[in-house]
């Protein structure tokens, strides 16, 4: 079939009508006959021998209509940078004014690559030529593949604008600016700039990010005259400090500008019209003269001029005090009742004091009553940060927070849930930001800001690598995401910088490949900067396991994934699938090779794990616990036994590692998988002990085998042990362990029950706190009475006070001795603490029944002794059927034992 397609394709090439003499009868229904062809193609697998048909006939005549498109077309598909065939045949239709082919071959090349610049502007411009509304759809098509374009951008706005569609209209304005600030086009820069300042006066950081960016991308003055146009509107409206912060804005561009000098002197006049020292301070400051640097001369005036009556003030030793009175350059302070009233001069009050704003914290705290200030808080979490934030440059962080409120407002467990309540506002509530030289500090803004801006500071702020992965993937996924954004330009940017140049494949240089990657591929229209292939990038990777464990992903990233999905594109996928797998540990894989025929290589790799289980410890106890019961699995052919073997050998590994010190917190969780799988393992509800299921499915020379192999792990919690102890005798009463297994461990101290150790707690500490206390004041309460060799009260109050110490001194000790039993341990293989043995008494020719215990829980009328005495002692380790005769004190016993169980506690 692609032969005969191939053909019929030469054949088309050959005749007259398909070229450039015949194109006057060339119609639509024309191009629809090449287009079923470039289906035929497709579907039998020939593009690639169409297009060198094509490119050979192009080679000899460039009038072949047929081999333009087809060549075109296939190139287009297959990603080709190349297209130059269909733009050639665009020109053809145009000179020739086959206006409906040129539509209909842009709308063909549209479908295929949605955001191909060429075809989208020729539509554009036949639809405006035909008075067609669709060209406002393909302008905000350009707009989002053209990064470049910002007179399309600017005409869209003014279209939104003529609508009453405000917001719209400053999103292309915005972008029209920023195009034309990178365009370094001045006059458009200043037309748009005036159109957004009386459109969006209030927002300050958009005009001050654009003004960074003209600065750098024209120059300074341009920026300065800008920036003029922002100041009056809020001079206009009488907010000095932020006038105040444009205007030096402005002077640091040129500090000789007399405009801007004299305007912010007219502007302090504003703000501190009430100040009884106004005229003085600007004449000692030098503010309105050319001569002093202006800058020192605002840092000489702001430091006089916090200094008035009625202000707050702050010294390091004396606290929040407020200013009386200022006479001539006298201050009088009142610090409050502590340190009182004092009188500083103004040049040490310059050096010595810090000025404080009325809504700062320390002065609420100064000057509220504790009451109020907790209900303020506690009612008020958005205006307790916005003080508190404020309160210190507007750049704070938890830790100060935190040292502002605790305990002199809040108590610490009060803190915890305010602080709760606060962190979710401080992440949602769009006036709050972070600062973007520290993720770790928050400031306020005086408007609400979008949530691409906080990403931006935050991306800015962050310092960690794959937090910052984590931060523009947000970014990308907003619903408003625009990658012409100047904010998304400086992340991509930084991303790009590890792409470009590197010496060696480091987990940030693959990640960003990967990064890249998706992102170019959710906008064609930006240019990825990558250079070579994941293949290229792969093949230099010195330890590929090693690369995947060290791609953090968070819940919004999935960098394994598409490392996983890079490396799928190979042509060894499969072994690299195989290599890959200990440390992926994902079945998914498996199942793609099972299901691409690679079964073979699968089996192979999972008897390796089970073989060289030392290096693949944590695969081995994968496939065990997930894929043991897949038919592949089975056809491994690692026995049950095998398995489990292997499950016991990486414990004992694992545990000899950690004696030695290596890899302390892995070997860790590894035993607790592989234990928890072999001996409480959870299925349905139920738990259930693996390793006991197998060993009593088998003979007793098994048994005794595998046994043997899990009592050799020392370490190994002996809460296993007993249980595997006490599943074999319930089947096997008769089973014989080795010695080792038949004596219970001496304890390091004397055992004792959880209960009882409270009792004997409580006893102590109520002696400790209650009585020995009670005892001392009747001691001092009869040694006021005179004569202490004669005062009665007194002797018996010491004796008791002597004996109740000594009584407390030997509980402690008691204490110190105790270690608790573990009711879980109890083995009824033999007679042991935590026992109820069952014992015929052969002299008296009756049943006795005794629970071992300790010396603190024995009660001889209920038939408990303790394991330390003379009859308990006796009796431990005797088995069930054990005969055993002894004397204590002269008495003689004659015991047969009959059953032993564990005691109830």
Sequence with gaps: MAEELENSVREMLKKESWTRAGINDFTKNNLMELAETLEKARAENCEKQIKEICDEQL???????????????????????????????????????KDSLVEYLCDSILEEDSQNKFALRKLAEFYKNSNNDKVWELYERIVKADFEEADIAKILAERYESQENKETAISYYKKALLRYVTAKNSNAVKEVWSKLVKLIPEDLDFFLRVERKVTKSINGYKAASLMQEVYQYYKDIAKWDTAISILKIILEHDPKDTWARKEITECYSAKYADHTHLEDYIRLSNLNQAYRDVFEAINDFEKHIAFDAKNFIFHRTWGVGKIMKVEGDMLTINFGKKTGVRQMNLEMAVKALQPLDRGHIWVLKATKKKEELVKLVKNDIEGTLKTIIRSFNNNCDDKRIKAELVPSILTQGEWTSWHTKAVKILESNPVFDVNPNDINFYTVRDHEISKAERLANEFKAEKNFFAKVDIITRYINLDDFDPTEEQFADMFSYFAGYVKAFSNITEQVTASFLIIQDITKKVPAIESPIKFSFADLYSEISSRRGMY????????????????????????????????????LKKSLLDEMINAGKKDRVI???????????????????????????????????????????????????????????????????IKNATTLLFADKVNGDVENRMLEFMLSKDRDTITRMYTMINDVRDLDSTFKSQLRNGILAAYPDFKFQETETKQEAPKGTLVTAKMLEIKRALAEDIEKVQLPKIAKEVGDAKEKGDLKENAEYISAREAQSRMNSKLAKLKEELARATVFDPTTVTTSFVSFGTTVTLFNNIEGKEEVLTILGPWESNSEEGIISYLSPLGDSLLNLKAGDEKTFTINDHHYDYTVKAIAAAKF
């Design 549 to 584: 464990a060290k791609l953090k992903d968070s819940k919004n990233t999935n960098l394994r994934q598409q490392f996983l999905s890079n490396v799928r594109q190979l042509e060894d996928w499969d072994k690299q699938y195989t290599h890959l797998f200990p440390v992926v």
């Design 604 to 670: 192979h790799m999972v008897q390796n794990c089970f073989n060289e289980y030392r290096n693949y410890r944590d695969a081995a106890i994968y496939l065990y616990d997930q894929c043991r019961d897949t038919e592949w699995f089975k056809e491994a052919a690692v026995s049950e036994e095998k398995q489990l073997v292997t499950m016991v050998n990486i414990i004992s590994l694992c545990y000899r590692e950690i004696n030695n010190h290596v890899n302390t917190v892995d070997n860790k969780k590894t």
């Design 59 to 97: 080679a000899h005549s460039k009038d072949s209509i047929v081999a333009l498109y087809l060549s075109g077309m296939i190139a287009l598909r297959s990603g080709d940078v190349d297209t130059s065939s269909l733009v050639t045949l665009i020109e053809i239709f145009e000179k020739n004014l």
